[in-house]
């Protein structure tokens, strides 16, 4: 997680890119729509899996009851705020800020970042309607609720279900 003062401290040596986010291998030179390998349930859950190591979870992810605390919860929002605010304050002090961005490559560094993250959160997506059309069970393929599953079965039955046309009426 960004965050913290240490952080806020160092956000304008992001803005003269000299301190640069890199970008992950995998996400890289990432194809959003190139062909699961091996093309199995479990080849699709560990792709996902290394592509949530980065990108985080999808939100049909369940969290465990308790997993984190009030406490934990509350350190992570102040830690985001702590990180605003030095950030806002160390960074107001460069006149022209958008344009030094433009200027030393940091803005173009900070599209191609997130352009690479963007992607990553494709590929799981693709990954899962794979899984999805493959009959894999989650996380291979995103989660439904009861509802959603119990349409599924349903659907599945009607299809199953034949109906024998004795006679076609003439058309007028």
């Known amino acids: 997680m960004v965050g913290g003062i240490r952080e806020g401290a160092l956000a304008p040596l992001e803005d003269l890119n000299v301190r640069r986010e890199q970008i992950p291998p995998l996400l890289a030179e990432l194809d959003v729509y190139e062909k699961p390998v ?6 699709i859950e560990i792709e996902i899996a290394d592509l ?9 992810r369940v969290a465990p009851v308790g997993s984190t605390s009030f406490r934990s919860r509350m350190s992570d929002i102040a830690d985001d705020q702590a990180y605003r605010l030095v950030s806002d304050l160390t960074t107001d002090f460069i006149p022209f800020r958008s344009m030094v961005r433009r200027a030393t ?7 191609a970042v997130r352009e690479a ?11 899962k309607g794979v899984g999805f059309a493959m009959g894999c069970d989650s996380p291979a393929a995103p989660r439904f609720p009861q509802t959603v599953a119990e349409r599924r079965r349903l659907d599945a039955e009607a299809a199953s279900v034949s109906f024998e046309v004795l006679e076609v009426p003439p058309a007028w």
């Open 52 to 60: 949530e190591s980065y990108v985080g979870s999808d939100i049909d």
């Open 105 to 111: 490559g940091a803005s173009a560094h900070d599209k």
């Open 38 to 43: 091996p093309s199995s349930c479990t080849g």
């Open 117 to 127: 993250y963007r992607r990553g959160r494709l590929r799981r997506s693709y990954l």
